[in-house]
Every structure is written in C-alpha cells, then in structure tokens.
C-alpha cells in the first residue's frame, strides 16, 4: 500500500473513531431508552465548540474573530470539558423536551431545538464567531516533531482510547440493571412508575450518559478537523446518526459499530472518492438521498437493523452449576417481537 | 358519605375521603369515599362510566385529584406522584395489560422488584460487584414466582409475545415482586380465557389468606362474588352503597342501577 493510501485509511478509521462514539450517544438515547433524540447533533456542537474555545487563545485585537473564553487550557482538559458540557446540555434538553413530551411530539420538539441552536450560534456572533465560526484549533500532542503520515497514527490512538472509555460507558449502562430500567421506561411509562420509579429520572439518565458521550465525539472532532461552524452541524447530521443506527440495530452496540461502518463511513466518506459530477452539489445530494433510502428501507423491511438488540436469558437457580459467574444472563442474538 | 372513611378510619389500610375529579365538562368521579380494611378483597364495581378506573388512578397517583384525600396507613398520599405511592407499597395493576413487551418475562418480574442501587449510574459503572449479589437473589426469586404460576417455560420469551391472560399473570407476578402491602387491581379477568381467570382467582384468594390487601375493580360478577369482601358500588361519580354482595342483592337502589333483576 502506499503512504497516501494508509493515510487515507488511517484517516477513515479516526472518522469512524468518532463517530462510533457519537453514535453509540444517540444509541442510549434512541435505542436503549427510547428517547426520539432528533436534536443530537446539538450535544456534539457543544462538545465542539467548548473543546475548541478552551484549548484556543483569546482573539487578538483587530482580528474580525471573536468568541467567549478563549483560555488557552491544554487539549485533555478542553476534551474532557467539551464532553461534560455535552452532558450538562442534557439538563435542558431535558427540561424541554424529554420531561413532558413523548412520541411524535418530543420528535418534532427535538427537532425545533436543533433548528433554532444552530439559527441561534450563527446569528450570535459574540459566542462561538457566527457564521464562520472557530478554527485553528490546536491538535493534541501539536508539540510531537513527527511528519503528518505519524500524526495520523498518534490520532488514532487517542480516538482509540476515546473509545474505549465510551464503550466502557455504554456497555455498562446497558448490561447493569439501569440498562434494563431504561428498557422498561421505552415500552412504558405507566408501569414503571407503578413499579417505584421515576420514569422521567430514569431518562434524564440515559440523556445525560448520551450527552457525555455525543460532547466527547464533538470535541474529538474539533481536535481533529481544527475548525467548526454551523454548518458542520446542520440537523440532517441527525439522520445521519440515526440511520447508522437504525441500519446496524438500535440496542446493540455491535449494531451500532456496523451501522458506523456502512452510513458515516461508508456511504458519505467512501463515496467522496468517487468521480463526481454534475452541479457543484450534486454529488452530494445523491448522498442524502442515498442515506434516505437506506434508512426507509430499513424501517420497512428490517425495522431491528442488521444485528437486533439481544435477548437476555436467565436460567433458573437449579440449572446453574452454582458460583457467581454462574448468575450471568446468558445472551442470545434474537429477533424482538 | 364521608362517613364511611371516619368510621373505618381506626382500623383501615386505605381511606379514600370524598375524592372528586373533571375532566373538562365531564364529572368523572363527584364523590367517592370508603375504606379498605386489610386482609380484604375489597370489590369496586359499577356500570361502565361510573369512575371506578378513575378512583384507582387517582389513588395510585397517575391522575391527580380535584379533591378530596387518600390516606394509607394513616398518612395522606393524596399529592403523591405514581412512583411515590408504589414506593408507599400500594402496586397496581391495569385495565389493559401494561407489561414491559421488549423485555422478557423474567426481566419484567425483575423490574417488579423495589427500585434499587443497581439501576444507579454510578453503580451501573464502577461496581458491579455490589449489585450482581443483589441481581442474583432476585432473579431465583422471580423464578421461584414463576414456578407458583407455573410459567417457568415462558421464563425468557419476550412478553410482548404472550397471549392476553398470561400478560395479565405476568403484571400480578410482577406486583408480588415488589412485595407490596396492597395491591389494586383493575379488571384482573379481562379478555382471560375462564381456565386462566380460575387460576388468577385462586393465587389472588391464596394471597388475601396470606394478609395481602386488595381493591379490585370487576365487571364479571361471579368472580366479584367469588373473591370479593366487602364490595363498593359506585354509579355516576359517587358510591352508592357497601356491603357483602348478599346485603347488596338486596339494595333496590343497586339492583336498579348495576346488578339488575
């Protein structure tokens, strides 16, 4: 292979990186606890845009750039800020709508929120410099005397790490008793506070978790491609993100890594090797029109996506040989009904 | 009618005190008072529209009252929310089986079990050594459960995909999780074949000789005249009479209004 060709696919592979960590975000919410989460995009803008005002320098006077903060912090901080912001977003999401709307209703309330966060930040030029933005973000470890094929590989192991820490999240979310809470609180409502809990703590939870995880993606990213402005966050990202994991299956981490693989990775960053033609733009309307189709096609014929949540068997005390291990739910690929 | 409520008051589980509640013109419940005596099957029943559903959302907290007072064990839980009354050990069931459809038998009985420190982010994350004790203790008590129903084949089918009568077996094993101090229980034999309803009523008799409180709602009367002690007849909002169904059979006002000839 030649140097250019690993750097490509070095290149995909931090894509995929981050936006696996993303969409295992929107999993928790969307998959796990049913929250319809159109305004996901906006947990990523925010780990964004914290990241890079943290890690960048305040704006020099004269320049036409201005924004908030500008604090100079070293890139883990910044990071990991960046994805606590996304977590404490979650608050008034929440609040607005995850609280008292459900169904069809937080869908379109959700995607209200996305629509006017992105009017807001690009009209406000104060906050994050409008329209055009932030860029020159510094990259992490910018200080390394390596050549740019490398780096590359040092981003990689830092998405790698970012990864894990958000597999490690949502994997235990899933697997604990909480997991199977949020499940409950997906098919209803009713019953699970009739059981003891509070339906709307338990999804406050799963949004906050989710957030976390889409403010890592987001600042990850930002540390990554150095610049980001609103367009880099329009609320058809979202579908992007829910076609991945509607394709791959909702509840299943596994699922959600497929998913990442055929729509982000796939289907928008693959197919950009491809000749293009036409209208400036036309290429990539091919593109949305492509991911919509997927995901229509999926909601008719595959509604639990290529690998379905999995069933949780349990076995009753007499067959289990006994120990600890033993009180593991055995876990089996099944269909949902 | 208030009453009812001061004179049961001394030895009542339950006392619902006047309780009143609108739905934009419509006068659902205009006065409802009585009590529920523990070790009871107390019986609700009525024509369709007279409240009964009602006062059982209003009691377990998922429709709010007008006015009016629920008190139980003596303590007024009136502005309770639905988690809070079941925290109180008051689990209902519903009209229409409300199981958890995308989880299986088994994880819907563990779910019946008291809200606990294994459904807490942080324990969810850094310690599953102080959950999986707990998880493991649960899980042989939702089969032991399941083996007093005889349901243990069903033990890890998704609940979505059993039949009308075993998802309401499913919803009263899951109460029993909780172990509750009282259980409501609205329309427990709807839409469940006459075998299943047979083997509903006796675990519900089997449990009311073991002290569990219950306030059912019923339409078949013979299952309200089977398991139900005293019962209260509410017709248009208010409660009509109480008293054994014998005494009831006699009230002309009652047979006028539900029992008939």
Known sequence: MSAATVYYLSGLAILFGINLIAIWGLDLHFGLAGINSFAFIIFQAIGAYVTAVLSLAAPQAGSFESYILGTSWPWPVALLCGALAGAVLAVPVGLIAVRRLRGDYQAMA????????????????????????????????????????????????????????????????????????????????????????????LRMTALLAGGFLGGLSGGLLVEYVSAWSPASWLYGE???????????????????????????????????????????????????????????????????????????????????????????????????? | MSSAAGVGAATALLEVDGLVRHFGGVQAVADASFVVKPGTITGLIGPNGAGKSTVIDMISGRTRADRGAVRFEGRDITDHRAHQVSQRGIIRTFQTANVFGRLTVVENLLMGATAWHGERLSRALWRRSCWSATEAELVERAFSLLQRFSLEKLANEYAGSLSGGQKRLVEVMRALMAEPKMLLLDEPMAGVNPTLALSIAERLIE???????????????????????????????????????????????VVDAYLGG
Not at chain 1, 111 to 137: K, R, Y
Not at chain 1, 166 to 185: H, K, Q, T, Y
Request: glycine share 10%; aromatic share 10%.
């Open chain 1, 110 to 201: 959700m995607l209200v929120l996305a629509l006017i966060a992105n009017s807001l930040i690009g009209a406000e030029t104060g906050w994050f410099n409008g329209p055009s933005g932030v860029e020159g973000i510094p990259a992490p470890f910018g200080n390394l005397n390596v050549s740019l094929y490398s780096y590359h590989w040092v981003f990689l192991a830092l998405t790698a790490v970012c990864c894990l820490v958000a597999w490690w999240i949502a994997r235990g979310i899933s697997r604990a008793p909480l997991g199977r809470a949020l499940r409950a609180v997906r098919d209803s409502d009713s019953a699970v506070a009739a059981l003891g809990r509070d339906p709307n703590t």
């Open chain 2, 207 to 253: 449990l009311r000789d073991q002290g569990m409180t219950m306030l059912m709602v019923e339409h078949e009367l013979r299952w309200v005249d089977k398991l139900c002690d005293p019962v209260v007849v509410m017709a248009r909002g208010r409660v009509l009479a109480e008293g054994s169904m014998e005494e009831l059979h006699e009230n002309q006002q």
């Open chain 1, 238 to 337: 979202t579908f992007l993100f829910f076609t991945a994991v509607i394709v791959g299956g909702r509840g299943n981490l596994a699922g959600a890594a497929l998913g990442t693989l055929i729509v982000p990775i796939g289907i928008v960053e693959v197919t950009r090797q491809l000749p293009q033609f036409g209208y400036p733009g036309e290429f990539d309307s091919f593109q949305w029109i492509a991911i919509g189709a997927l995901l229509l096609a999926f909601l008719w014929f595959r509604p639990n996506g290529l690998i379905p949540e999995r069933r949780r068997i349990f076995r009753p005390p007499s067959e289990r040989p006994g120990g600890l291990l033993a009180s593991r739910p055995r876990i089996r690929r099944a269909q949902s009904p």
